[in-house]
């Protein structure tokens, strides 16, 4: 693997990562287009690590506040601050299940271009669902934040996003837009470096060069800042179903030419 391959990859995890456009999806069929066998846990591992470097560039604030509100003396700001911690801990439970549970399944359909370009289908109802929604704004409760880490473990799926089934789950709910982009965010942090963790140890030996390394994470964490801006404008301003419409020409250029 070179530079340009590396850099290549890493540019499509970091900026599909946090697109509702499904970055294991992209990853799978660019690989299929390209013609490329690519399988080295370790990369991987540090692709997702940077772009889980970006939602604490992103949100350093907010994780600070949490902390600082749970470890306070005072109730009044440590109540709320546990009570946010714990809807993200409940939401994160399905998808870990899910994820050891099925592990070889999903393992499998990680193989499957095909499988993955029908499942952009998915992604898009979910996005286009979003953009229906109804309910005026309201607090984010636990039955919500579990239901919304429901959809998180449907997106471990390859060609389901991740950002698109959580946030588009959490507008549907009736949440208010800019919380549902933290909330999914907030999330996807544990679920992410959880998985880079669960990559890494199966790494037997370090099978590619530490320079590599270096510029996929770096790559992933600097374009993952940019798309997760992007992303946060869409939803704020209520145009975060237009993703859709890409997600259906997508799905069918698979079948068409994969």
Request: proline share 3%.
């Amino acid at each position: 693997m070179d530079y340009l391959i590396i850099a290549f990859l890493a540019l499509i995890q970091g900026i599909t990562e946090f697109l509702p456009v499904s970055s294991s999806g992209h990853l799978v069929v660019a690989q299929r287009w390209l013609g490329w066998t690519i399988d080295n846990v370790l990369l991987d591992a540090v692709l997702h690590l940077g772009t889980a470097a970006a939602i604490l560039i992103i949100y350093r604030k907010d994780i600070r506040a949490l902390f600082e509100g749970a470890l306070s003396k005072d109730r009044a700001r440590r109540k709320p601050s546990l009570k946010y911690i714990g809807f993200i801990l409940v939401a994160a439970v399905p998808a870990g299940i899910a994820g050891i549970a099925f592990q070889r399944f999903f393992e499998r359909m990680f193989l499957n271009a095909k499988a993955a370009g029908a499942l952009f289908f998915l992604t898009a109802a979910f996005l286009f669902a979003s953009g229906l929604r109804k309910k005026p704004p309201s607090a984010l409760d636990l039955p919500k934040a579990f239901t919304i880490g429901l959809a998180q473990a449907l997106a471990i799926l390859p060609g389901v996003s991740r950002s698109g089934t959580t946030i588009s789950t959490a507008l549907l709910l009736g949440t208010d837009r800019r919380e549902a982009g933290r909330f999914s965010f907030l999330l996807g942090l544990p679920v992410i470096i959880g998985a880079a963790l669960l990559e890494l140890k199966d790494v037997s030996s370090a099978s590619i060069s530490p320079g590599l390394l270096v510029l996929g994470f770096g790559l992933s964490a600097a374009s993952g800042v940019i798309a997760l801006k992007i992303l946060l404008r869409f939803v704020e301003h209520g145009r975060f179903h237009y993703f859709g419409y890409y997600m259906v020409a997508l799905g069918l250029a698979c079948i068409l030419f994969l």
